[in-house]
């Protein structure tokens, strides 16, 4: 009456394949909640990098942190 054992391990959504591709062109819920994870963090240290630099332009008496140009540039990628 015991049940038979499988030694096989069930494939999981970190184990399934291996490569970017399989990440890139996945279908699984998890992984890509994990992509829009690591998307939306990468974008958020970026723009707060850009409003660090803004910032110190502005603290600057002179405004030479950046050139003008740059600065709008910043400013714009920021998004404010």
Do not use: C
């Not at 970190?14 to 829009?36: P, Q, V």
């Not at 963090?41 to 409003?51: K, M």
Request: glycine share 8%; proline share 5%.
């Amino acid at each position: 009456m015991n049940a038979p054992t499988t030694t096989a391990e069930k494939p999981n959504y970190l184990t399934a394949e291996h490569g970017l591709k399989s990440w890139l062109l996945t279908l699984d819920h998890k992984r890509i909640a994990l992509l829009y994870l690591f998307g939306v963090s990468a974008f958020f240290v970026l723009g707060g990098i850009f409003a660090l630099l803004i910032r110190l332009e502005l603290m600057t008496p002179k405004g030479d942190l950046v050139q003008p140009d740059m600065y709008n540039r910043l400013f714009t990628m920021h998004g404010s």
